[in-house]
């Protein structure tokens, strides 16, 4: 288990995760499992349930080779945000680039997406493979999904894969989702999420932080952030098994008011205890 003794140590053992992972990636050294696409689960977790597997191959064609190898979600979250001709996306922590590239293709010459991370390795990489797709319509942002470089009401929808597991501040990235988008705006995103009767410790006994596993919100947790950041018809559906009582899982809601900073005391506890 990792020991990190403060938010901000936390933040960059991840930092320093994922840029070990696109050096990886950039270099063809596929260590740590980069080759598979499966740095995310630190080789913890049953084989397809995290990186490429998830793509279908028509999907999969569509995108240059290091940014299959450098998929490291745990689920495909283009495939449910159902993206239309000329919307807005952001990408949450994009990564190589996999999921920003699709939507890009999806919304088109007359929409926009942008790709969020906060890994100048990733942001290179993801650069690269946008290019070599042939996408002029991405457009990446060096950053933190805390406190997300975008006006409020500028986004029609908002994905990311296997990223707020990791967050350190799940309460903020709720609310900055939920002032970001537009009203009426919507959320298709794949995370890590845990049963309601796992405890932080027991999350944690079952993989790393950074390996995607131990920040893991439960069900319940991520309903109630969900709710009140401000979003309704909120949905947290389990896809499948990435350790015992926990689940890659399809996060869907719908903003419908304005964010309200209000107390999230499941959450914060979580927090406190290093999970999240
Ligand atoms: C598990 S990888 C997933 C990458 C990509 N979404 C994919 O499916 O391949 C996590 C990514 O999120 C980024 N990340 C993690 N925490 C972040 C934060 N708080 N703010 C911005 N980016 C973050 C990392 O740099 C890394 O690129």
Do not use: W
């Amino acid at each position: 288990m990792l020991m990190a003794t403060s938010a901000d140590e936390l933040r960059d053992e991840v930092r320093r995760r994922y840029a070990n992972s696109a050096r990886a990636v950039t270099e063809g050294t596929g260590s740590c499992g980069c080759g598979s696409g499966a740095c995310c689960a630190d080789g913890e977790s049953p084989a397809g349930t995290f990186g490429e597997a998830l793509y279908d191959a028509e999907q999969r064609g569509e995108l240059p080779e290091a940014a299959t190898l450098a998929s490291l979600g745990c689920g495909n979250p283009t495939a449910v945000a159902e993206l239309r001709e000329g919307e807005t996306v952001l990408d949450l922590g994009s990564g190589g680039g996999i999921d920003v590239i699709l939507s890009a293709k999806r919304v088109g010459p007359t929409g926009i997406a942008y790709g969020l991370d906060m890994t100048d390795e990733m942001l290179a990489l993801a650069r690269k493979n946008a290019a070599e797709a042939g996408v002029r319509n991405v457009h990446l942002l060096r950053g933190m999904i805390e406190q997300i470089p975008l006006p409020a009401d500028s986004v029609d929808v908002v994905i990311s894969n296997c990223v707020i597991n990791l967050s350190v501040d799940k309460p903020a990235v709720l609310t900055e989702i939920a002032r970001v988008l537009r009203p009426g705006g919507r959320i298709g995103i794949s995370d890590v999420v845990a049963e309601d009767h796992l405890t932080v410790d027991q999350r944690a006994e079952r993989g790393s932080y950074v390996g995607c596993i131990a920040g893991a919100l439960s069900k319940t947790e991520y309903e109630a952030g969900l709710e009140a950041a401000g979003f309704e018809e909120v949905s947290v559906e389990f896809t499948h098994r990435v350790a015992d009582g926990m689940h890659g899982a399809i996060v869907k809601a719908v903003k419908t008011r304005e964010p309200e900073r209000r107390s999230l005391p499941v959450v914060q506890a979580a927090a406190r205890a290093g999970c999240c």
